[in-house]
């Protein structure tokens, strides 16, 4: 009976120390996916406005994130994937020491799939969209079959 409640007692405090370890994380990801999914709104939304996107990017992009820059952003997604159809998806979290990566997946009216990544430079406790880009999912070329 002591080892069954010492056995039980281990794995509960392995659980909560788990948990503890990703609260971190987690923390880090949900303002990460709230600034990500501003920007990819502004990008499908033509009436979105620089000023909505203040204090998501780090100096160096806001620089060049202007009205100008951000209508273009709009025309270019519009004109190659056209209108979103569905929900836009996020897929992937990936963390580094200096940097993390966000990956959504969204279908439009001309292409299937499009996937939309960012990257969060950190800078002490928050983390900024250092970059993006964007393009549409291809399917992997296959090699010729062997004879």
Do not use: C, H, W
């Not at 009436?47 to 994130?65: N, Q, Y």
């Not at 709009?74 to 992937?92: P, Y």
Request: positive net charge.
């Amino acid at each position: 009976m002591k080892k069954l409640i010492l056995l039980v007692s281990m794995i509960m405090t392995l659980a909560f120390s788990m948990v503890a370890f990703a609260a971190g994380d987690g923390s880090a990801l949900n303002a990460e996916q709230k600034n990500a999914e501003k920007l990819l709104s502004s990008m499908n939304n033509s009436t979105a406005t620089v000023s909505s996107l203040k204090g998501i990017f780090t100096p160096g992009l806001e620089k060049k994130i202007d009205a100008a820059a951000l209508a273009a952003l709009q025309k270019t997604v519009t004109d190659k994937f056209g209108t979103v159809k569905g929900e836009t998806k996020f897929r992937v979290f990936e963390r580094a020491d200096k940097a993390d990566v966000l990956l959504y997946q969204a279908g439009f009216s001309k292409e299937k799939l499009v996937n939309f990544q960012f990257v969060f430079a950190k800078d002490g406790e928050k983390s900024l969209i250092d970059s993006f880009s964007f393009g549409p999912v291809t399917a992997p070329a296959q090699a010729p079959a062997k004879k």
